[in-house]
Nanobody, 116 residues
Framework: QVQLVESGGGLVQAGGSLRLSCAAS????????VGWYRQAPGKQRELVAR???????NYDSTVKGRFTISRDNAKNTVYLQMNSLKPEDTAVYFC??????????WGQGTQVTVSS
């Protein structure tokens, strides 16, 4: 079982930036894909950004152009750079890894709060 540990969340004013980190216990180079999801109070968990093994990325339309997913294979760490944050970005952010077919791991989540 791959362990994922997120960090970097916090409170920021609208227009500010945060960088989330997700440290994996396994070699992310071998994962099918890594991604970030978020869940706001009373809402379903939704995909924010995803990077496949080949390097292809996709983003939710609400964050495209503001958020960037990246990976440091040497450090087995996935990042989510979040710029121009908005109050509606407030949520718990979860790291996700498609380790192999039928094997998915989740982190414990990190809170991001954007004040207006």
């Amino acid at each position: 079982q791959v362990q994922l540990v997120e960090s970097g969340g916090g409170l920021v004013q609208a227009g500010g930036s945060l960088r989330l980190s997700c440290a994996a216990s396994g070699r992310i180079l071998n994962f099918n894909a890594v991604g970030w999801y978020r869940q706001a109070p009373g809402k379903q968990r939704e995909l924010v950004a995803r990077a496949s093994w080949s390097g292809d990325t996709n983003y939710d339309s609400t964050v495209k152009g503001r958020f960037t997913i990246s990976r440091d294979n040497a450090k087995n760490t996935v990042y989510l750079q979040m710029n121009s944050l908005k109050p509606e970005d407030t949520a718990v952010y979860f790291c996700n890894a498609d380790v192999a077919p039928g094997s998915v791991s989740w982190g414990q989540g990190t809170q991001v709060t954007v004040s207006s």
